[in-house]
């Protein structure tokens, strides 16, 4: 290339080096024009192209992620107030077994402050809880002093506070006018139930608070101290029928009475509550589906051992409740406990029935909201 030229005039230095005529350098003037263009116009293509091929997958994401989503189940995080009583031992079995009966919601557990209903009142009304276990007279309580986010589910306990006597044996009878200890206290549906079902039976005796836990024991032990029968809810009754063989007391007690019985048979003693209305319709069914499947678990006499050590675990580290796994296979091998979740009108007239029946409480209409 002549250095004389412009560095930069490309078309004019191409010419003069090669010399070729006017017209030929006119036609190839012309073709690299058309070249030029060319290469401006692809690339413009090519981003188009390349843009509407975004859109096309943007769009099928759009698609396959709406196909997934319809099929999708939104998790709740579920959280669930239980007592130290026999309405907590299948949530445990939930619990330790929630891959089986609950795969898709979070549990979380929580305590009912037990004995206090003042507590628990503000535990409710804090909304700290979305489902609780508690009995179907403080609910229906709670309803009728206010709380509008209380809505019964269905009755859950059906049988599972028994009258101890002597094992020596009294006769029914005998017991008027002596004096019953009642775990925990008065006024509770140990109390008031068997109160009820022994008047049923034509005994009227006197009741007294007796508390629970290592002083009951020691007075039910001592046949200088004892009562003349103890009316208590499981697991207390089978902890105290274990302990007695386990330390061979002086005094022995069995099962002298089943309230129930007296009573038409199975009663609504316990009772799953919805707090609130945090959690979907959806994952409420799923846990109603769960419990009802840890429930017929932990009924089968198969799984009774098992099931007994599960609730051994959970009753001493959610309440320091020492109940040994004996102690917990009895009750279920013996069927002191019947879990059931019941709903639909019968259901509704048994509700009513006991309520009224044993309790004198009329039903209030939003008892059964939730159903």
Not at 218 to 242: K, N
Not at 336 to 363: A, C, H, I, S
Request: net charge neutral.
């Amino acid at each position: 290339m002549n250095p004389s030229l412009p560095l930069y005039d490309e078309n004019t230095a191409y010419r003069q080096d090669r010399q070729v005529p006017e017209h030929v350098w006119a036609d190839e003037a012309r073709t690299k024009a058309s070249s030029g263009l060319a290469t401006g116009l692809f690339p413009a293509l090519k981003r188009l192209a390349c843009a509407s091929l975004l859109r096309c997958r943007l769009m099928l994401i759009l698609l396959i992620g709406g196909l997934v989503t319809s099929g999708f189940v939104q998790a709740d995080e579920i959280r669930f107030s239980l007592p130290p009583d026999p309405n907590a031992l299948p949530i445990f079995i939930l619990q330790a077994k929630k891959a089986q009966f609950l795969p898709e919601d979070s549990l979380t557990l929580v305590a009912n402050p037990a004995g206090d209903p003042s507590a628990m009142r503000a535990m409710i009304q804090a909304g700290r809880m979305d489902f609780a276990l508690f009995n179907l007279v403080g609910g229906t309580r709670f309803i009728q002093g206010g709380l509008e986010n209380v809505h019964l589910v269905a009755p859950w306990v059906w049988r599972g506070i028994y009258l101890l006597t002597p094992e020596t044996g009294s006769a029914l009878p005998t017991l008027t006018g002596q004096t019953i200890l009642v775990s925990p206290g008065l006024s509770t549906p140990p109390h008031v139930v068997t109160q009820k079902a022994l008047l049923k039976s034509g005994v009227e005796a006197k009741f007294v608070a007796g508390g629970s836990g290592a002083v009951l024991l020691s007075l039910l032990a001592d046949p200088a101290r004892a009562p003349a029968a103890v009316a208590a809810a499981e697991p207390q009754v089978s902890l105290i029928l274990h302990r007695q063989r386990a330390e061979d007391w002086k005094q022995k007690w069995t099962i002298g009475f089943d309230p129930a019985d007296a009573l038409g048979g199975e009663i609504p003693l316990g009772a799953l509550w919805q707090i609130g209305d945090r959690i979907s319709p959806a994952a409420r069914e799923r846990l109603v589906k769960g419990l009802i499947q840890a429930a017929t678990w932990a009924q089968n006499p198969q799984n009774h051992a098992e099931a007994a050590r599960i609730g051994a675990s959970g009753y001493a580290q959610m309440f320091r409740l020492p109940l040994p796994e004996a102690a917990l296979q009895d009750m279920l091998d013996k069927k002191r406990v019947v879990w059931r979740l019941d709903q639909g009108p019968k259901m509704r007239e048994t509700v009513t029935t006991y309520l009224n029946d044993v309790f004198g409480v009329q039903t209030p209409p939003a008892l059964f909201q939730a159903e």
